[in-house]
C-alpha cells in the first residue's frame, strides 16, 4: 500500500477571488495539516483550451501561487509545484493513451458540455479530448488517494479508477506472478503467511470486505518486504496482478455556496467577484454599490432581507446578533442599506488583512516564490519518477 497523499490542481486563470478562498483554498489549507498535500498549476490544462494565447500563462502561474500562499498555503507543509514542470505527468498521459478507448473519453461528462460553453473556441482538438485523461494521469503518477472533488467531479475519478484498474490488469501480470507472489507469502513468516491465506480465501471465497481490510493491515506492518514483493501480495489477495497504479479515493466537498456581488455564486465570468487581495477602497465601492432589494426605492420603504444579496453575504461574514439586527432593521426600514453593508465589508476586510500581509512578503522578493516552486518541483517530480519508474517496468520499456 502506498501513502496517504491528498493531490489537488487548479488551472491558472488569472487573479483568484473570494470564491477561491471559500470553496477551495480554505480547504486546502485545513487539508495541509491532516495529510501529505500535493496542490500543483495545471498549465498545461489551461493550454487544452488556451492553446491560441498561451501568453500570460506563466505569469498567471505565480500569481496564482502568491493567491495560494496568501491565503495560507504552508510550503514547509504541502508540496507546491507545476505540472509542466514536472514532465512525467506527460510520459503518464502518453503511455496510458495507448490503452485508453476512445469511447471512454467521448462520454466524459464535461467533454460536450465544455464544447458546447466555450463554443467560440474550437475545442475540437485533440488536447482537449485528452484533458480528462492528463488529469488521470497527475493524479496517478502521485498514486494519490485523496482527491478532494466537488459532487459534478466525482465522475472524473471514477474515470481514474477505472484507467487504473485496466492499466494494473493489463501489465500488473508479470510473467510468474502467482509462483513470485506465493515465494513473498514466505517470507512473511508461517504464522502471517497462515493468516494471510486465510484472509485471501475468505475474500475470494465469500467477498468479505473485513478480510482484505485485515489483510491489508498485516501487510503493512510487516518489515522485512520489498517493495514489489508487498505490491505483489496486495494484488495476489484481491485476485488481481501486481497494483502498480493506485485506485484514487476522493475526499468529497461542499460545493462553495459563496455569493458574487449579484447574488450569483462568484464566478469571473459573471463578472461579481472581489479578488483575494483586492484593495480596501474598491471592495468598499463595490459592496456600496451592490443592488439591494428592489422594494426598498427610498430609506423609508420596508425591505425583505430575502430578496437581497446583501443578505447573502451576511451569512458568510456576520455573526447571529448581526444577522438579527439586519432582518429587523430591513423589515422594519430601521436601517439603511448602507449601514447594512457595512459589517460586510468590515468583515471582508478582516478576511483580506491577513492576506495582503502574507502577499506583501512574496512581492516584495519574488525569488521566494521562485525558490517555492523549484523546491515543489523537486519534491513533486522524485514522487512521479518513482511511480514511473513502475509503470516503463510494466510496460516493457525498461532500458536500464
Ligand atoms: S437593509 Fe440590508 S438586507 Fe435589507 S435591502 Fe438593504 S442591504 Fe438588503
Not at 472524473?156 to 509462483?179: D, I, K, S
Not at 427610498?298 to 425591505?303: C, E, H, K, L, N
Not at 517555492?372 to 523537486?378: F, H, M
Request: with cysteine; glycine share 8%.
Amino acid at each position: 500500500m502506498y501513502a496517504e497523499r491528498v493531490l489537488s490542481g487548479m488551472r491558472p486563470t488569472g487573479s483568484l477571488h473570494l470564491g477561491h478562498y471559500h470553496g477551495v483554498l480554505k480547504n486546502w489549507v485545513k487539508l495541509q495539516h491532516e495529510y501529505p498535500c500535493l496542490f500543483f498549476v495545471a498549465d498545461w490544462h489551461a493550454l487544452t483550451t488556451q492553446y491560441d494565447d498561451p501568453r500570460g500563462i506563466e505569469r498567471s502561474s505565480r500569481d496564482m501561487v502568491i493567491d495560494w500562499l496568501a491565503a495560507g498555503v504552508d510550503p514547509s507543509q504541502a508540496t507546491i509545484f507545476v505540472q509542466s514542470q514536472v514532465p512525467e505527468h506527460a510520459e503518464l498521459h502518453l503511455l496510458l493513451s495507448m490503452m485508453t478507448p476512445l469511447g471512454w473519453l467521448e462520454r466524459v461528462p464535461t467533454y460536450k458540455d465544455q464544447q458546447e460553453k466555450l463554443s467560440t473556441k474550437d475545442l475540437t482538438t485533440y488536447g482537449f479530448l485528452g484533458y480528462p485523461l492528463l488529469m488521470s494521469a497527475d493524479i496517478l503518477i502521485y498514486r494519490a488517494d485523496k482527491v478532494p472533488v466537488g459532487e459534478d467531479q466525482i465522475p472524473h475519478v471514477e474515470f481514474t479508477r477505472e484507467l487504473a484498474r485496466r492499466f494494473n490488469h493489463m501489465y500488473g501480470r508479470e510473467p510468474g506472478f502467482e509462483e513470485k507472489a506465493k515465494e513473498a507469502v514466505k517470507k512473511l513468516g508461517s504464522k502471517k503467511a497462515r493468516l494471510y491465506e486465510d484472509l485471501r480465501k475468505r475474500f475470494q471465497e465469500r467477498g468479505d470486505a473485513e478480510a482484505v481490510e485485515r489483510a491489508h493491515a498485516l501487510l503493512e506492518e510487516v518489515q522485512n518486504l520489498s517493495h514489489a514483493d508487498r505490491e505483489r501480495l496486495f494484488g495476489y489477495l484481491e485476485g488481481s496482478g501486481k497494483m502498480i497504479l493506485v485506485e484514487p479515493g476522493y475526499l468529497l466537498t461542499e460545493e462553495s455556496k459563496m455569493p458574487g456581488l449579484d447574488g450569483q455564486k462568484m464566478s469571473k465570468s459573471y463578472g461579481n467577484t472581489i479578488t483575494l487581495r483586492e484593495d480596501a477602497a474598491s471592495v468598499t465601492q463595490k459592496v456600496r454599490r451592490m443592488p439591494t432589494d428592489p422594494a426598498r426605492v427610498r430609506r423609508t420603504d420596508a425591505g425583505d432581507p430575502e430578496r437581497c444579496p446583501v443578505w447573502q453575504l451576511h451569512q458568510v461574514y456576520s455573526d447571529d446578533a448581526c444577522r438579527e439586527w439586519v432582518g429587523q432593521g430591513c423589515r422594519s426600514a430601521g436601517i439603511g442599506c448602507l449601514d447594512c453593508k457595512q459589517p460586510v465589508i468590515d468583515g471582508i476586510l478582516k478576511e483580506q488583512a491577513p492576506m495582503r500581509e502574507r502577499a506583501q512578503l512574496y512581492l516584495d522578493d519574488p525569488t521566494l516564490v521562485r525558490n517555492i516552486i523549484a523546491d515543489g518541483n523537486e519534491r513533486a517530480r522524485k514522487l512521479a519518477q518513482e511511480t514511473m519508474r513502475d509503470v516503463r517496468e510494466a510496460m516493457g520499456l525498461d532500458y536500464s
